[in-house]
C-alpha cells in the first residue's frame, strides 16, 4: 500500500506539470505536440490515477474497432437486450454507451473514471429497462451508463465510437477510452482484418502491453479457418501472439438492429463470464495493463520532455529575435553618433552662426583667441546662439534614436512573420494588422527628447564640476558652462576613441576646432575623460529607451509556453514512476 501511495504522489505530481499551456504556439510540430499531451493528460486522469485509487473496482472492457465491424451489434449481443443503437448510417456510435451490473453503477456513474464525459443513465433502447423508446440514449460528449441484469458483476462493456470516423471527434474519442480501457476488445471484419487503421491501434495495445482480445465478425464459413489463421499470423507477426482471438460467423440478420443469435457470441460471453467470476483473473488483467500504462511512461514522458524543450527553444527564439534587432540598433546609433551626419543641415548652420561664418579652418591656432573673445561678448548682452546650436543638436539626436528604433522595429516584425510561431504571436497580439508594432511607439519621440535634454542636463553638469577646479575656473568662465556644454556634445559626435581621430569632411572640421578650444580650457585628458563620459551617458540613455522598445516585444512571449524546469521536472516524475517497485 505504501508502494501504491508513493506511486499516485509521483503520478499526481507528474499530472500538475502538464497542466501548464506547453505548447502554445507553432513551433515544430506543434499540433502533434499538443495531442500527445493531451493523450498523456487523459491516461492519467482516465485510467491511471483512478485505477491506482480503486486497484479492486470493476473492470472495463472497451469495444473498439473500425467502422461496421458490428461493436454495437456485438454488445448487444452478449447482454441479450438492445443497450446500444447499430444501423447503416456512418458514424453510428456517437455517444458511448458502458454497459454493467446494476451493482457495479455508482462506480461508473461516479465522475473518478473518464471525468471529462458527462453521464447519462438508462437502460435497455426501446424496452421496459429503458423507459420510452430513444430515451437515455445519450448525445454526443456524454456518456450514457446502462444497467442491465444480465452482465455479471465486476465486468463492464463499454461501445466506442469508431477509429477511423470520419468525425475527428470521435476518433479522439475511441482513443480516449480503449486508452482508460483495463481490456480491449478490439473488433474488426473478415473483410477488413488487414487494414492499417486497426493495426496501428494493436501495436500500440502491444507497446503498452494491454490486455486484448481480438473478435473477427461477419466471418463465412468457407473462410473461417484460413482468415483466423491468416489474423493469427498477424497478430503473431506483430508480437501479440497468444491474443485471445474469437471467430463470429457471417449470419442474415432480419434488421439492422437484430441480435445475433446466442449460439454465435457463446465463446465470447463465456470468456467473459468466467473473467468477471475469477478475482484472481480480473486482478492480472488489471496488473497487466496498468504495469504496461506505467511502463509506456518511461518514453512518454521524457518524449513530450523534448517537446516542451523545443517549444521553449522556440519561444527563446523569438525573444533572441527581438534582443538582435535592438541591438544592431544600438550599432547604428553608434554609428551614427561616428559618422558625423549628425553635424550637418540644421546643426552645421547653427555651428557657423556660433563660430561666425568664414573659413574655420585658416589659421585655427589665431582664431581661438578671437573666437572665445566673441562668445563672451555673445554672453555678456548678446544672443544665445549656444541655445540654437544645442535646440539643433537636440532635434539631430532625437531623429537618430526615432530612425534607428523605427528600423529595428520592421525588422523585429519581419523576421517574426517569417516564422509560423512568429506569425502566431503577432496574430494573437492582433498588431500585425495595424501595423503598430512595425515602427516605434507613438510615445518615443516624446521620450526620446526627454532623454537628449536630461543627457545635455548631465554634459553641463559635467563642465561645472571640472570647471570648478581652481586652476581652469577663470579660463570656463570666459566661455561659459552652456558654451562649453554645446562644445563637449559636439566632440561627442565627431569623435572615436576619446577625441584623437579627425572625422572627415564638416564633421572633421567642427571636431577640431571644437576639441582646440577645449583643450584651452581644461587640457588634453580632462578633454578626453569630460568626452568619453558624455559618450557613455548619452549610450545608456539610448540603450534604455531602445530597451523599452524591445519590451514591445518580449511582452508579447513574456509568460507563454512552460516554465523554464518544465523539461527537467517532467523527466523527474517520469523517473519517480518507473523506481516504483512491484504493484
Not at 347 to 363: H, I, K, N
Request: aromatic residues 4%; proline residues 5%; contains cysteine.
Amino acid at each position: 500500500m505504501a508502494g501504491n501511495d508513493r506511486l499516485r504522489a509521483a503520478l499526481e505530481s507528474l499530472r500538475r506539470h502538464l497542466d501548464q499551456d506547453l505548447f502554445p504556439l507553432e513551433i515544430g510540430d506543434a499540433a502533434a505536440d499538443r495531442r500527445v499531451l493531451k493523450e498523456l493528460r487523459g491516461q492519467l486522469d482516465d485510467y491511471l490515477l483512478p485505477r491506482l485509487a480503486a486497484i479492486d473496482a470493476p473492470l472495463l472492457a472497451v469495444v473498439g474497432g473500425s467502422t461496421g465491424a458490428g461493436k454495437s451489434t456485438l454488445v448487444n449481443s452478449l447482454v441479450g437486450t438492445t443497450v446500444t443503437e447499430p444501423g447503416v448510417l456512418r458514424p453510428t456510435t456517437l455517444a458511448p454507451t458502458l454497459v454493467c451490473n446494476p451493482a457495479d453503477s455508482p462506480w461508473f456513474t461516479s465522475p473518478v473514471i473518464l471525468p471529462g464525459l458527462a453521464r447519462v443513465t438508462g437502460g435497455a433502447i426501446g424496452g421496459a429497462a429503458g423507459g420510452a423508446s430513444g430515451a437515455g440514449r445519450g448525445e454526443p460528449g456524454t456518456l450514457r451508463i446502462a444497467p442491465v441484469e444480465a452482465l455479471p458483476p465486476g465486468l463492464a462493456l463499454l461501445d466506442a465510437p469508431d477509429i477511423d470516423s470520419v468525425v475527428t471527434a470521435n476518433r479522439e474519442l475511441a482513443a480516449q477510452l480503449l486508452a482508460a480501457a483495463d481490456l480491449w476488445l478490439f473488433v474488426t471484419t473478415a473483410a477488413r482484418y488487414a487494414d492499417e487503421v486497426p493495426w496501428s491501434f494493436l501495436r500500440l495495445a502491444r507497446e503498452r502491453s494491454t490486455a486484448l482480445a481480438v473478435i473477427l465478425q461477419r466471418v463465412p464459413d468457407e473462410a473461417r479457418e484460413p482468415v483466423a489463421a491468416d489474423l493469427a499470423r498477424l497478430l503473431a507477426d506483430n508480437g501479440l501472439a497468444g491474443t485471445p482471438l474469437f471467430a463470429v460467423p457471417e449470419l442474415a440478420l432480419p434488421s439492422e438492429r437484430a441480435r445475433l443469435p446466442a449460439p454465435a457470441v457463446q465463446p465470447i460471453a463465456t470468456w467473459l463470464a468466467d473473467l468477471s467470476v475469477d478475482a484472481k483473473a480480473r486482478a492480472e488483467v488489471v496488473r497487466r495493463t496498468l504495469t504496461g500504462a506505467l511502463d509506456s511512461l518511461a518514453t512518454r514522458v521524457p518524449d513530450l520532455a523534448d517537446r516542451v524543450e523545443r517549444q521553449r527553444t522556440g519561444i527563446a527564439e523569438l525573444r533572441a529575435i527581438a534582443d538582435k534587432a535592438y541591438d544592431v540598433a544600438m550599432s547604428a546609433f553608434d554609428e551614427g553618433m561616428r559618422d558625423g551626419r549628425l553635424l550637418r543641415g540644421e546643426v552645421l548652420a547653427r555651428w557657423q552662426d556660433f563660430v561666425g561664418t568664414g573659413d574655420l579652418m585658416r589659421s585655427l591656432e589665431s582664431r581661438i583667441g578671437w573666437l572665445r573673445d566673441r562668445i563672451a561678448a555673445a554672453f555678456r548682452g548678446g544672443p544665445a546662439p549656444d541655445r540654437e546650436l544645442r535646440v539643433a543638436l537636440e532635434s539631430g539626436v532625437e531623429s537618430l534614436i526615432r530612425s534607428t528604433a523605427d528600423g529595428a522595429a520592421e525588422r523585429a516584425v519581419e523576421a517574426w512573420l517569417a516564422l509560423p510561431a512568429g506569425r502566431d504571436v503577432l496574430d494573437r497580439s492582433g498588431v500585425a494588422v495595424s501595423g503598430r508594432l512595425g515602427r516605434a511607439s507613438a510615445d518615443l519621440p516624446r521620450r526620446a527628447g526627454e532623454a537628449v535634454r536630461a543627457w545635455q542636463g548631465h554634459v553641463l553638469d559635467l563642465v561645472r564640476s571640472e570647471g570648478a577646479d581652481r586652476r581652469t575656473i577663470a579660463r570656463a568662465a570666459s566661455f561659459g558652462v552652456n558654451s562649453l556644454g554645446v562644445l563637449i556634445m559636439l566632440a561627442v559626435f565627431s569623435t572615436t576613441g576619446g577625441i584623437t581621430g579627425i572625422e572627415l569632411g564638416i564633421a572633421g572640421g567642427t571636431g577640431v576646432l571644437s576639441q582646440k578650444l577645449l583643450e584651452a580650457v581644461f587640457g588634453d585628458q580632462a578633454v578626453r575623460t569630460l568626452t568619453q563620459e558624455a559618450r557613455e551617458d548619452l549610450r545608456r540613455r539610448v540603450r534604455a529607451l531602445l530597451d523599452e522598445e524591445r519590451a514591445r516585444f518580449s511582452s508579447l512571449v513574456e509568460g507563454l509556453g512552460p516554465a523554464t524546469e518544465t523539461a527537467a521536472r517532467l523527466r523527474e516524475a517520469a523517473k519517480a514512476v518507473q523506481e516504483r517497485g512491484d504493484l
